[in-house]
């Protein structure tokens, strides 16, 4: 079994910032890449920042120059630090990760339950 859980998220002010954290833990081979997705109310699921294994970025265009993805493989961890906050980013943000179980066995995604982030003064 395996799971992610999420933390960091909160209310915070525009301009501020806020740190997110994913953990995985369970039956794990191998973790390929690790995004991050936000839900805001009433809109549809969002691709935030996605880091492969070796460390390559990509940013969806509306947190580019403001979110930074990374990830410590040996505690199967991703981050994502969020700066210059702004309204708009308020969200139920998700970690997702594709993960091997077994040697040998199939890729799979796996999410986070989620965690909320509230951007407002």
């Known amino acids: 079994q395996v799971q992610l859980v999420e933390s960091g998220g909160g209310l915070v002010q525009p301009g501020g910032s806020l740190r997110l954290s994913c953990a995985v833990s369970g039956s794990i081979f191998s973790i390929n890449a690790m995004a991050w997705y936000r839900q805001a109310p009433g809109k549809q699921h969002e691709w935030v920042a996605r880091?492969?294994?070796?460390?390559?970025?990509n940013y969806a265009d509306s947190v580019k120059g403001r979110f930074t993805i990374s990830r410590d493989n040996a505690k199967n961890t991703v981050y994502l630090q969020m700066n210059s906050l702004k309204p708009e980013d308020t969200a139920v943000y998700y970690c997702?990760?594709?993960?091997?179980?077994?040697?040998?066995?199939?890729?799979?995604?796996?999410w986070g339950q989620g965690t909320q982030v509230t951007v407002s003064s």
């Open positions: 997702k990760a594709v993960i091997r179980s077994r040697n040998w066995g199939p890729v799979d995604d796996y």
């Open positions: 880091i492969t294994s070796g460390g390559i970025t």
